[in-house]
């Protein structure tokens, strides 16, 4: 999501659009792999899938009100595994998707990329992050390359 006030010197249209093109990808990415996670660490783990999540630049963050007893280096490779794999990504109900034959429950059915394959550089940070204003532990992930997400762009004065 991208909020601007737009006065004389920008945003201009254009360029958000320009900004939402190129970064797509890795929204689509992340919310798949961010999924993909979520279904290991209820099949692996015995977690229940996390309903408490949120977005960071090209990834995801599922909280915890408790630090989970999970070795994250575990967890990223059976992640990277499904990726691996190039299973299909579909829709199978109204809140549901699936990846071969496994299915879960997903609020964003239609944010994902078509095959896991299409997932890039999928990683998990090495450790819980807390935070303490939530007092929640983080879980982080990420997918593609570091490159500038573009916003600089549509944010900056034009020289005169």
């Excluded at 630049?57 to 190039?86: M, T």
């Excluded at 034959?101 to 997903?106: E, H």
Aim: net charge negative.
């Amino acid at each position: 999501v991208i909020v601007a006030r737009p006065s004389v010197f920008g945003p201009f249209p254009d360029a958000i659009k320009a900004v939402v093109d190129r970064t797509v990808r890795y929204r689509l990415m992340a919310h798949t792999a961010e999924d993909l996670t979520g279904f290991v660490l209820q099949r692996d783990y015995n977690y229940r899938i996390p309903v408490h999540h949120s977005d960071v630049k090209h990834g995801f963050v599922i909280s915890f009100q408790e630090k989970p007893a999970i070795d994250l280096a575990h967890l990223e490779a059976r992640v990277q595994e499904l990726i691996a794999a190039d299973l299909p990504v579909e829709i199978t109900g109204e809140d549901r998707i699936s990846f071969g034959a496994d299915a879960i429950p997903c609020t964003g059915t239609r944010t994902h990329v078509k095959r896991t394959g299409e997932i890039e550089r999928f990683h998990l940070l090495k450790e819980f992050h807390y935070h303490p204003i939530t007092r929640e532990y983080m879980l982080v992930g990420i997918v593609g390359s570091a490159e500038p997400a573009g916003y600089e762009e549509i944010s900056s004065v034009p020289e005169l």
